[in-house]
């Protein structure tokens, strides 16, 4: 009717970080909401017209919660058989995971997938946290985030078990500085990894984008800036949000970062794009 449309599934607070077309038109997002405990994993998904899609879990809305904490899903991926993996954070009752889950097309758990649908991973008895995801043409589901302040990747088999070929035991970490982690990742053509985020620049401008490049199995790849990092220094903290790779190889990175930047004062906000 206007181009809007606000979905409420709880009466409390829900946000959505992230989207996907399925080939019949319906749109799926992905988020959480808050229930009366804790936040959970919340999807949605609507017709083409806007508006819910009741042959989704009854109302088009599905809620879930993985480990009794607070649990977000931050990215979303459609496979070709209409299956839906989410990722994102669960808290395990000491800190926080990795966490991915399955959903059948009608938005119920999958079962063949992990412990009923889910699955949580632990890096390295930290605070870990999922941000995107990206499917590869064999099925693998490769998941970036970050771990204990590092760049983040895991890697999983369509059954949900992590990849033993992807860096021996299906977990990368990637340690540039005192506090790092990835917001978005992209495959090359190649099979090669190509993740988005952040590395700690140092109190004044604490933060700068990072590019970073992984072989299809986890090893950093030398061939790409230094080491397979490239970083982006701009007027102010900066974090790489979303990456996309254009037909001709070049790489496209976006973020809403400070300008004007006084420590614990924030000035002012741009759009920055970079390539």
Do not use: C
Not at 257 to 271: A, C, G, Q, R, V
């Amino acid at each position: 009717g206007d181009g809007w449309v606000i979905t409420d599934f709880t009466g409390r607070g829900e946000e959505a970080y992230d989207v996907k077309l399925q080939s019949d038109g319906k749109i799926v997002v992905a988020g959480y909401t808050n229930t009366s405990a804790n936040d959970d994993f919340a999807l949605a998904r609507y017709k083409p017209d806007g508006s819910l899609d009741t042959t989704f879990d009854g109302d088009g809305l599905v809620t879930t919660d993985l480990a009794g904490g607070h649990d977000r899903g931050y990215g979303v991926a459609l496979q070709s058989d209409g299956k839906i993996v989410v990722v994102g954070v669960a808290y395990n009752g000491t800190n926080d995971d990795f966490a991915v889950v399955r959903y059948r097309p009608d938005g119920s758990l999958d079962p063949d997938f992990g412990s009923l649908g889910k699955v949580l991973t632990d890096f390295a008895g930290g605070g870990d946290e999922a941000q995107d995801v990206v499917l590869q043409t064999d099925g693998k589901i490769v998941v970036v985030g970050s771990a204990s302040g590092d760049i983040a990747l895991a890697r999983y088999n369509p059954n949900g078990s992590l990849d033993g070929s992807f860096s021996t035991d299906g977990k990368v970490m990637s340690d540039f500085s005192s506090s790092d982690g990835a917001k978005a990742v992209v495959l090359q053509p190649d099979g090669k990894i190509l993740v988005t985020g952040s590395i700690w620049n140092g109190p004044i401008e604490p933060e700068d984008i990072a590019v970073v490049r992984y072989s299809s199995d986890g090893i950093l790849d030398p061939l790409f800036g230094e080491g397979g990092l490239v970083t982006v220094h701009l007027l102010g903290p900066t974090v790489g949000d979303d990456i996309l790779l254009q037909p001709n190889g070049k790489i496209v990175v976006v973020n809403a970062e400070l300008t004007n930047y006084i420590p614990d004062i924030l000035i002012d906000y741009s759009f920055a794009v970079v390539r």
